[in-house]
């Protein structure tokens, strides 16, 4: 007996019979796209991670660069001489000790006129506990960026120049008589300026009893208030240093070290 007509399915132009209905993936073969598409993921995510991660970093790189040039300029038009700079810490850029005579004061709006670059895009992410790390504007009461009006001006950038009472350590972090092996002293002034002397950095610092901070790139903020080897306390990969001479270094943590003490405390270490 013939079938009827509707119980198969019409031939295609080419006279074959077209199924019914498609065939289904097997779970095997789910299996493997999904496993192919997690080995992709393993190795793009990293690279891109990586490429995220120094596309902020150069965008730090030239931060320092244009604060840097903003303190020469500024230097050039004073006789050689860097604003003061007796603020107790590096990184603070005003306190009531300089007023009208600190760095902000001195340069906002003349030599440096974006206070954006004082914002590092790594270390934004201590903006939740120090709104100044954020955004220029960012701030607690009496204390804030290079926006406002605050007393106490703290930012990412620590500046070296002009920074009073400090002493400078050799390779294993103490004052030797023999100052040729200790870190070359901080610039007091434009003369002073040769690519051995650190001008701008990031805060990694050690304030016994006090403080350890780890507020440099990736960083994890606070280290308690024990004091403890560098390699067992900070997480950043890497600490940028603006040279004395306009160059920045991008020193690998095998290669950041204890360097000078003073600021908060006469044995505050600051790493770099």
């Known amino acids: 007996m013939l079938a009827h007509p509707a119980c198969t399915a019409p031939p295609d132009s080419q006279g074959f019979d077209i199924p019914s209905k498609a065939s289904a993936f097997t779970l095997i073969e789910l299996l493997v796209v999904v496993a192919i598409i997690a080995i992709l993921a393993s190795l793009i995510l990293p690279a891109a991670a990586r490429a995220h991660y120094s596309g902020k970093k150069m965008a730090c790189i030239n931060n320092i660069r244009q604060q840097y040039l903003a303190q020469i300029m500024y230097g050039d038009d004073n006789q050689g001489r860097f604003p003061f700079h007796d603020d107790g810490s590096p990184d603070y850029h005003r306190t009531p000790t300089t007023g009208k005579q600190s760095i902000v004061n001195s340069l906002k709006g003349t030599y440096l006129k974006n206070p954006w670059v004082t914002i590092c895009p790594i270390t934004k992410v201590f903006g939740k506990l120090w709104p100044s790390y954020d955004r220029p504007d960012g701030g607690d009461p009496g204390y804030g960026g290079w926006g406002t009006d605050a007393a106490n001006v703290y930012v990412p950038y620590m500046y070296f120049a002009n920074f009073p009472s400090m002493k400078f350590v050799d390779a294993d972090g103490k004052v030797n008589p023999n100052s040729g092996a200790n870190e070359p002293a901080w610039p007091t002034k434009v003369s002073e300026c040769d690519s051995r002397r650190a001008f701008i950095t990031h805060r990694i610092s050690d304030t016994p009893g006090v403080a350890v901070w780890d507020v440099g790139h990736l960083g994890k903020h606070s280290a308690g208030t024990v004091s403890k080897p560098f390699l067992s306390f900070s997480l950043s990969p890497d600490q940028p240093v603006g040279q004395a001479d306009g ?23 600051y790493y770099y």
Do not use: C
């Not at 920045?248 to 290669?255: D, G, T, Y």
């Not at 908060?264 to 270490?269: V, W, Y």
């Open 247 to 269: 160059s920045v270094i991008i020193r690998k943590k095998a290669l950041v070290k204890a360097r000078a003490k003073g600021g908060p405390s006469p044995d505050t270490t």
